[in-house]
């Protein structure tokens, strides 16, 4: 009933790093879109993000119609990332961690 954009770093069409920062911004639009639709259509019952960091959160801020209930990520006393803790805090985001 979650579903979640895995990670914020795409790939090109035979697995390359996008050439440019712009192009991971639209692939990273396009696919929210997608989520967007899937949770009006009713697929979903919450969309949410992987491994967002505050650049990225802060940039899908910009372009969703939906923010993300959840966002999930390596949170440990080994990874502290407080930072995100706080801006997820701050906007209603739910953290769900894991740790290694």
Same mark, same amino acid.
């Not at 372009?63 to 939906?66: F, G, L, M, N, S």
């Not at 407080?82 to 740790?99: M, N, S, T, Y």
């Given at each position: 009933d979650l579903c979640? @954009?895995?990670w914020p770093h795409g +790939?090109?069409?035979y697995g390359e790093?996008?050439?440019?920062?712009?192009?991971s911004v639209v692939e990273r639009a396009?696919?929210?879109r997608a989520l967007e639709q899937a949770f009006d259509a009713g697929v979903c019952r919450a969309i949410g @993000?992987?491994?967002y960091?505050? +650049?990225?959160?802060l940039e899908l801020e910009r372009?969703?119609?939906?923010q993300p209930s959840v966002l999930q990520l390596e949170y440990s006393p080994m990874a502290?990332?407080?930072?995100?803790?706080?801006?997820?805090?701050?906007?209603?985001?739910?953290?769900?961690?894991?740790?290694?």
């Open positions: 979640l @954009v895995h +790939k090109g069409p790093p996008h050439a440019t920062a712009e192009e396009g696919t929210w @993000v992987s491994n960091m505050v +650049k990225h959160l372009y969703a119609r939906i502290p990332l407080q930072d995100v803790a706080d801006l997820c805090r701050q906007k209603g985001i739910i953290i769900q961690a894991f740790a290694w």
